[in-house]
């Protein structure tokens, strides 16, 4: 991907978390209503949350974070890459306690903050899974470190980090330990294990690396000029090159765009549960909402005497309603939207509101032919009444299922604008070129609806 390019990518995904914080922002602003100002409390942890996110951007800062069980090795190969031993590593279990971090400037074209995390068996159940996803959800690429055929609980922990959707590269540290032969045969167990649940086709070269990040020092026969032999131990250089030429390609060619559709696929997040909440918290008011426009519409398409006019009318309120409710929400929706939306609605919820289509028409010509003869007998008048009291009964129950669709497709909705996430998301994926771990990632990726 040229550099060009990656900066779009980079400046879409910051103009699309502008307009969202600046919507949400909005929530707080003086001239508001006060109703807002519990939202607006509520919804801090998201905001703060896109705030940092947008930051990240702005710094062009890429996290790498390092996961796998105690022992493999992690905080070795971190300091392997960064040719420094700062990262305390140790026999022992529990030596990394918590996630930390590191800057690591192999280059000045980008800025890299390495993450070291406790081992995935280290701490107990729950604690440990949500550690996992916060670092996971962090990250915009992931280093699993294993050293030799892998154990079933890190298969569970690799697929459970596949589900982040990041890009992952499997390490495979301490070669050093094994002959070439073993070696080569467990690099090959380890490329299969994407052709089974994984993935459907076997991992690719550069998503599986050998590395020896601390090799065990060799013991040297020394021979001196007395004749006297002793024994020493030597330390050996690292073996980690190809790691850091792979991670480097990585970036250069796309870690920008992976930047910016990481932060995207947060943003898109955030924005789901900010709908969701305020769903919840304007739960009554929308319920009196839905029931006062199933009132309006049932007397607008009851009363209407023309067939054609009281399905009109009766679109019109479903129309409003839906706007209303957007309104009561605060959630971004335009009237372009609205009209998608309750096409989508009529659609999937099509045999009610067909039915109510077709009895509309039904009984409003029933009404239509009422009215036209009711001139010459009066009897027709109650022809005009019994027609309009059933149809009014289902458009008022159609209101009531437009509406309670509606809170649905607008927590869905509210990140397909113009410059919302998801757009955005779809956008940049639709361009990338096929060589790329973000083309491998598309499918996983773009897959929101
Ligand atoms: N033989 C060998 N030992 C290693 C290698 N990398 C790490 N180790 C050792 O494995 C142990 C655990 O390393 P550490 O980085 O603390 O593992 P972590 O718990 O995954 O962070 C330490 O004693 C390291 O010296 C390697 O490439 N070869
Ligand atoms: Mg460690």
């Not at 004749?227 to 020493?232: A, I, L």
């Not at 709908?275 to 009851?302: F, H, N, P, S």
């Not at 032919?369 to 027609?387: H, Q, R």
């Given at each position: ?296 519409k049932a007397?607008?398409v009851g ?11 009766g ?41 109510e289509?077709?009895?509309s ?30 149809q009014s009964g289902i458009a008022g129950?159609g209101a ?50």
């Amino acid at each position: 991907m040229s550099n060009n390019q990656q900066e779009t990518h980079l400046n879409r995904a910051r103009a699309s978390l502008r307009q969202t914080l600046s919507w949400y922002n909005n929530l707080r602003k003086p001239g508001q209503s006060s109703h807002n100002n519990d939202l607006a409390g509520l919804l801090k942890p998201e905001l703060e949350m896109l705030n940092a996110t947008l930051n990240k951007l702005d710094h062009n800062v890429i996290r790498i974070a390092a996961f796998g069980l105690v022992s493999r090795g992690k905080s070795a190969v971190l300091n392997a890459l960064l040719g420094q031993k700062i990262l305390q590593t140790g026999p022992l279990n529990g030596v990394t306690q918590y996630p930390r971090s590191v800057r690591w400037s192999p280059s000045d074209k980008v800025q890299i903050e390495l993450i070291d995390t406790p081992g995935l068996d280290e701490i107990a159940g729950e604690i440990r899974a949500q550690m996992a996803r916060d670092v996971a959800q962090q990250a915009d690429l992931i280093l699993f470190i294993v050293s030799g055929d892998i154990t079933r609980t890190e298969y569970q922990a690799l697929l459970e980090l596949r589900k982040s959707q990041k890009p992952l590269i499997l390490v495979f540290n301490k070669v050093d330990l094994y002959p070439d032969t073993d070696r080569e045969a467990v690099y090959r167990n380890l490329q299969q294990l994407g052709a089974g649940n994984l993935l459907e086709k076997p991992l690719q070269p550069d998503e599986i690396v050998m590395v020896a990040a601390e090799p065990a020092p060799l013991e040297v026969r020394v021979e001196y000029p007395d004749g006297k032999v002793d024994y020493e131990w030597e330390n050996l250089p690292p073996k980690i090159d190809e790691l850091r030429q792979i991670i480097l390609t990585i970036l250069n060619r796309e870690g920008r765009s992976l930047l910016a559709l990481n932060a995207l696929v947060q943003a898109r997040e955030a924005e789901e549960i900010i709908a969701q909440k305020t769903i919840d918290a304007r739960d009554e008011a929308a319920e009196e909402l839905i029931w006062k426009y199933a009132k309006y519409k049932a007397v607008a398409v009851g009363l209407n005497p023309v067939a054609i006019l009281d399905v009109i009318s009766g679109t019109i309120v479903d129309l409003a309603l839906i706007r209303s409710l957007s309104k009561l929400y605060g959630l971004p929706m335009t009237g372009y939207e609205a009209a998608k939306i309750l096409q989508t609605i009529l659609f999937s919820s099509g045999s009610l509101l067909l039915g109510e289509l077709a009895t509309s028409l039904v009984f409003g010509l029933g009404k239509s032919a009422a009215v036209v003869t009711s001139a010459d007998n009066p009897g027709n008048i109650a022809g005009f009444l019994g027609s309009a009291v059933v149809q009014s009964g289902i458009a008022g129950y159609g209101a009531y299922t437009v509406g309670k669709a509606a809170q649905v497709y607008l927590k869905k909705g509210c990140t397909w604008g113009q410059f919302g996430a998801s757009t955005v998301i779809q956008e940049i994926l639709a361009q990338v070129p096929k060589d790329t771990i973000l083309f491998r990632l598309r499918q996983e990726l773009g897959n929101t609806k």
